[in-house]
């Protein structure tokens, strides 16, 4: 079957590639309002897109209102954000943390998590998770009704029983995003196939002369 986007609805081209580009990383986003309140909310349109710099994308849409999501307005306030990673043990206080709560109440509280002190920004991190990435805001840019969100990692924060030899991250399962609005999966199955070189195919591939 071939669909034509444009021939859609904005709701059902949304289906689509949530249900489509699976399993989506997600960002578990801590953000500080001009106020003074710890602003935390998950976001699966998110991932690392570069190495040196370091660099983390994530996208936030805007409310029915046409209004920017807090997170968006916080970040830019502080030009500053801390990625938590969501591990299973962190579902509920995530998915609680979606909840439209209105600026002044923090998620935090409302989940009953601890946050704790960032080294290089002004943002806290969650303390329970056992991973989370300290960034400075690099740029912002508005793509349609989203505000694409840049940051720069500038800590990395990881719990003692994940890292190996050579930085090596061993037995890490952070949840993913499946199709909206409310499938998940776990990342604890997995394989490990090391890449073949292209002299190691041409070897069994290439003709004899």
């Given at each position: ?199 190691s195919w041409s070897e069994h591939h290439m003709p004899v002369k």
């Amino acid at each position: 079957m071939h669909i034509d986007p444009l021939q859609n609805s904005k709701a059902d081209n949304y289906k689509l590639l949530t249900n489509l580009v699976v399993p989506r990383p997600i960002a578990w986003v801590s953000s500080l309002s001009p106020q003074g309140v710890l602003n935390l909310a998950p976001f699966s349109f998110f991932n690392a897109i570069g190495a040196d710099p370091l660099y983390v994308l994530f996208s936030v849409g805007r409310y029915d209102t046409g209004t920017l999501k807090d997170t968006a307005r916080n970040v830019e306030h502080h030009k500053a954000f801390v990625v938590n990673m969501v591990t299973e043990d962190l579902f509920d206080a995530m998915n609680l943390s979606a909840a439209d709560f209105p600026p002044e109440i923090s998620e935090f509280e409302a989940a009953g998590l601890t946050a704790e002190a960032s080294l290089r920004i002004p943002v806290p991190r969650v303390a329970a998770a056992q991973a989370a990435l300290e960034c400075r805001l690099h740029s912002t840019q508005m793509l349609g009704e989203n505000q694409l969100i840049i940051g720069e990692v500038v800590m990395f924060h990881v719990a003692d029983h994940l890292l190996g030899p050579k930085m090596h991250i061993n037995n890490f399962a952070p949840l993913g995003r499946m199709g909206s609005p409310s499938v998940y999966c776990r990342t604890a199955d997995r394989f490990d196939l090391p890449r073949i070189s292209y002299a190691s195919w041409s070897e069994h591939h290439m003709p004899v002369k």
